[in-house]
């Protein structure tokens, strides 16, 4: 009798009953914890598939077209390129007087880039790590943006 009492009393331990609002808070736990789950899964995919983006897209598919299609291509992006421009680009060269921007379509983004004040402006140093040497370049641009000194 005394054990009657014990469930007549309460649920037991091992079968608790959950209320409506317990339900619904229950529910509202699991889909945040689904949430969460997958905003893990893919923040440690994240990395992954960006190389693999990369990979399919290519990041040096620009050296693999052929030279006709990079032509056309820039022809295209940048029709008021000349024909000299265009060349130093596609051979990844750089010459004295050219812009700022022709050395960017040529060479890519720097390093980095120092900011060097003087009484005329300020000009700027832009820092190039040499791949295959393993060497720095620089690129030296006047206030006007235009390129005055290449060191190697």
């Known amino acids: 009798m005394g054990r ?8 037991a331990r091992g079968n608790v009953k959950l209320s409506l609002l317990d339900g619904k808070r229950f529910k509202k736990i699991e889909e945040d914890y689904k949430k969460i789950s997958m905003s893990i ?13 990369v990979l399919l897209t290519g990041c040096a598919g620009w050296n693999k077209m052929p030279r006709k299609a990079r032509w056309d291509v820039l022809s295209r992006q940048e029709p008021s390129l000349t024909e000299n421009e265009k060349i130093l680009i596609l051979d990844h060269l750089v010459v004295v007087g050219m812009s700022k921007y022709i050395a960017r379509l040529s ?34 641009f006047d206030t006007a943006g235009k390129l005055t000194c290449i060191q190697d």
């Open 41 to 53: 899964f893919f923040m440690r995919r994240v990395p992954f598939v960006f190389l693999i983006l």
């Open 4 to 11: 009657e009492e014990e469930n007549s009393s309460g649920p």
């Open 107 to 140: 060479w890519g983004s720097p390093f980095k880039v120092n900011k060097i004040t003087t009484a005329l402006g300020t000009e700027e140093q832009w820092v190039y790590e040499d791949s295959w040497s393993g060497k720095w370049k620089f690129l030296y």
